[in-house]
């Protein structure tokens, strides 16, 4: 039957055009996700990150241990934030994981590099994110074996020729074997809980509107605090289910070390997954339908998963692109699982990551509710 | 309680959506024990007078109370003792028969929850389906599982919106039957309607349209304040008739019923001259007592003058 008619078509065609244009939240996704993927993929993903946050730790003040210090100032690989003589000190931002590198220049560095002894110069990694040293070391064994060719004296001139006047040697920390299961597993259960907890929650309550349950409920004695709690609480069960089959799945499978504390885990998780339900309701109560509620939570979701160092070494995005992965809750919490599992960090080590996750539940919670009681009346 | 014989006793009940006036000044009596009848156009506003007596809607004026509880202030009381059907079926259509009145009867703290709603099952002859899911069931069954769940706390006031809307007279006839034993047994009902021959089943009746009442009492006094005059013509070529009719002074509706065309107005003495000039031989004119629709299309497009 060849009985195409194309003032049927074109009416079908003109339809659509109204329909979508009545339609703002499907309209907006559809000109907003390729925007936000092409920024996010052309601009914050960087495969060979740079400018990673480094701390040097100076035993010695020659002339020679600065010359070091000042061409890993000018690398493009490092950005030095901390110099220190205090061991203990870099250990810590080490730990809580504000440098990625720490570059040890020992007591006695200039004296020993004079007498052609080849000092050695510790770099400490937190290579729990292979992606982010991988490149870094590499460079910087090249790095200052160039440095050093024109300060040297002509004397020393064959240590050049040889293995370089200063020992490199490279510590990882963390994760030593670069295994990069090591850092995805953990981080997943960032990503995993944030899809469905707010997926979940964003229908649940879109639902009993659409379908005109909710007023049969608030016809009822039932209060909307009730309503509300009532439908968080059996996902926040769900959340835990979902947490423990991960480390389940981490501990056997891929032999993922947990050597932190899990009670810490699973009570800070209980914040996680509050922030993200309350990101569920509040999308609830500007979704029309349920469609729009998921298409809400995808246009989170998206970022949560770029933008907060589960894909990509967050240290290596530009910073805009670190300032808005600061704002998502996922951010924080992969760095307390992975500081947790990877690292062994205790409540004084991920409490920076605490207080951000407070403030983003404090202020959704407000808004989930304000206007969950507006749509009632 | 101020008014123990009225179930329903509110004053000036106005509700507003942005400019837009949906219930204007509604004053209501429903008497304990009766079955009111609640009419007027789609978007009179019925819907939403009833959400603010059952307490899901805060009136912009008006006072008032209901089963003695003031509307404005004590809505969890009146949302305890109220049984609201609403006009689309509202039950969880992914829940069983069984496990949606177990929910209700879990919210509303029911007391031996298992045998209230055995019973409820039994008297409402849904025993045999309780483990159907609501979504599977047909419309009239759809309608005895929200009657049956809004019963189940034993209200003292029943609000059901349009609950007979896409029924088959037989089962509406059951239905009506229902209501007529539980108003026996001291409930009072409040009812919203598009069917004339249920409105005739009230009690007593309001009618309501742009958001004003535009009539209430008993079927008689309905009858009587519109002051409708009626005439009723049969025989052959009735579509000419009506087109000749329309327009002519005292004529305000022709409407035709098969065979028959009624011709109304307010105006009894230009209504008839006109109805004298035109009889002829062929055409079988009579007087007749106007009927509930006529003079609701009558009421209607006086308010529409009137207000609009
Ligand atoms: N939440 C709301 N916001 C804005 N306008 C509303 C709202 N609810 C109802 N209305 C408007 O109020 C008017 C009255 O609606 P209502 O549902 O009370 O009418 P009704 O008499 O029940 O009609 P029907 O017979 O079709 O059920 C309508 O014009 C409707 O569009
Ligand atoms: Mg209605």
Redesign the interface.
């Known amino acids: 039957m060849s009985g195409l008619s194309f003032h049927r078509l074109w009416a079908v065609v003109l339809k659509e055009f109204i329909q979508m244009k009545r339609d703002r939240v499907t309209f907006g996704m559809m000109v907003g996700i390729p925007l936000m993927q092409l920024m996010m993929f052309g601009f914050a993903i960087n495969s060979d990150p740079r400018h990673l946050p480094a701390a040097v730790h100076l035993a010695d003040n020659g002339p020679f241990a600065r010359t070091l210090v000042q061409a890993l100032r000018t690398s493009d690989y490092f950005r030095v934030i901390k110099e220190t003589e205090s061991e203990a000190e870099t250990q810590r931002l080490l730990q809580l994981g504000e440098v990625q590198f720490v570059v040890n220049i020992p007591v006695d560095f200039n004296r020993r590099l004079l007498r052609g002894e080849r000092p050695t110069v510790l770099i400490e990694a937190d290579a729990s994110d292979p992606a982010a040293t991988g490149p870094a070391l590499n460079a910087v064994a090249q790095l200052a074996n160039n440095v050093f060719n024109r300060d040297l004296p002509g004397s020393l001139a064959p240590l050049q020729a040889q293995n370089g006047p200063v020992d490199f040697r490279i510590h990882a920390h963390y994760n030593p074997e670069n295994i990069t299961q090591y850092n995805v597993v953990p981080g997943l259960m960032g990503v995993v809980l944030t899809m469905t907890m707010v997926v979940i929650t964003a229908l649940a309550i879109t639902r009993e509107r659409e379908?005109?349950?909710m007023?049969?409920?608030?016809?009822?004695?039932?209060r909307p605090f009730e309503v509300m709690v009532g439908k968080i609480l059996p996902y926040i069960m769900v959340g835990y289910i979902q947490i423990s089959l991960i480390l389940v799945v981490a501990h056997f499978i891929f032999h993922v070390p947990m050597l932190g504390s899990l009670p810490l885990l699973y009570a800070v998780a209980l914040l996680f997954i509050a922030a993200n339900l309350a990101v569920g309701i509040t999308f609830s109560t500007l979704a029309k339908n349920q469609l729009q509620a998921v298409q809400m939570a995808f246009f989170f979701f998206l970022p949560s998963i770029l933008l907060s160092g589960f894909m990509f070494p967050f240290r290596g995005m530009p910073e805009w692109a670190q300032a808005i992965g600061s704002c998502l809750p996922n951010t924080h919490f992969l760095r307390i699982v992975r500081g947790i599992l990877l690292k062994g960090n205790g409540l004084s080590e991920i409490a920076p990551q605490i207080w951000p996750l407070l403030i983003f539940l404090a202020i959704a919670m407000t808004i989930g509710v304000r206007r969950y009681r507006q749509t009632?009346? | 309680m101020s008014a123990p014989d009225f179930a329903i006793d509110v004053t000036g009940v106005t509700k507003r959506f942005g400019d837009k006036t949906v219930v204007d000044a509604i004053a209501l009596q429903v008497r304990r024990g009766e079955i009111y009848g609640f009419l007027g156009p789609n978007g009179s506003g019925k819907t939403t007078f009833i959400?603010m007596l059952?307490?899901?809607?805060?009136p912009d004026a008006g006072t008032g109370t209901c089963l003695g509880y003031d509307v404005r202030t004590q809505q969890?009381d009146i949302?305890?003792n109220?049984g609201?059907m609403?006009q689309?079926?509202?039950?969880?259509?992914d829940l069983s028969i069984r496990e949606n009145l177990d929910f209700?009867a879990r919210?509303?703290g029911i007391p031996d929850r298992r045998a209230a709603v055995q019973h409820s099952l039994d008297r409402l002859g849904l025993a045999k389906r309780s483990h159907q899911l609501a979504g599977q069931l047909s419309g009239g069954w759809k309608q005895r599982l929200a009657l049956a769940a809004c019963l189940l706390h034993s209200p003292r006031l029943l609000l059901l919106d349009e609950p007979t809307a896409g029924v088959d007279p037989k089962a509406r006839r059951e239905f009506w039957d229902e209501i007529h034993q539980l108003a026996a047994d001291g409930l009072t009902v409040l009812i919203t309607t598009h069917y004339m021959d249920e409105a005739e089943r009230c009690h007593r009746l309001a009618y309501l349209a742009y958001g004003r009442l535009l009539a209430g009492g008993s079927l008689a006094e309905v009858l009587a304040s519109a002051k409708l005059f009626t005439w009723s013509v049969t025989g052959p070529e009735l579509r000419t008739l009506a087109a000749t009719l329309l327009g002519r002074p005292g004529v305000e509706q022709v409407t035709a019923f098969g065979n028959t065309l009624h011709v109304s107005g307010r105006d009894a003495t230009s209504l008839d001259s006109t109805v004298a000039g035109l009889r002829e031989p062929r055409h079988d004119w009579k007087r007749i007592p106007a009927g509930l629709e006529d003079v609701f299309i009558s009421l209607m497009d006086c308010a529409k003058d009137n207000y609009s």
């Open positions: 379908r005109g349950t007023e049969n409920l608030l016809s009822t004695p039932v009632l009346d | 959400r059952c307490g899901l809607l805060t969890a949302k305890r109220v609201y609403t689309k079926f509202s039950y969880y259509e209700v919210i509303y």
